[in-house]
């Protein structure tokens, strides 16, 4: 994994109709379809906006709805599950 990877640290997280977008702390943006992780996509709002930021920046958790998604694994893709 490269530095800009590597490094990369969640500060916040937010929904939209249709995403899940992560503010890094170094000021990047990305959006996520929530197509991509089915709990998130079924989950109320209140649900997707109960999350713990962990590692330092590098986990996102949900306990409610039992879902874990890793910081750097976003930025290179490999978090696409198809779990239910």
Same mark, same amino acid.
């Given at each position: 994994?490269?530095? %800009?990877?590597?490094?990369? *640290? ?5 929904? @939209?109709?249709? /995403? ?6 170094? =000021? ?5 379809? %929530?197509?991509?992780?089915? *709990? ?5 709002? @209140?649900?997707? /906006? ?6 330092? =920046? ?27």
């Amino acid at each position: 994994m490269n530095t %800009l990877i590597n490094e990369a *640290r969640a500060q916040t997280v937010w929904f @939209d109709d249709n /995403n899940m977008w992560v503010l890094f702390t170094d =000021g990047r943006q990305l959006s996520v379809p %929530l197509a991509y992780f089915p *709990r998130l996509l079924k989950a109320n709002q @209140d649900e997707r /906006n109960n999350f713990i930021i962990s590692g330092g =920046g590098i986990g996102l958790h949900w306990d409610d709805i039992d879902e874990d998604i890793s910081v750097p694994h976003l930025l290179i893709g490999h978090e696409v599950k198809q779990a239910v």
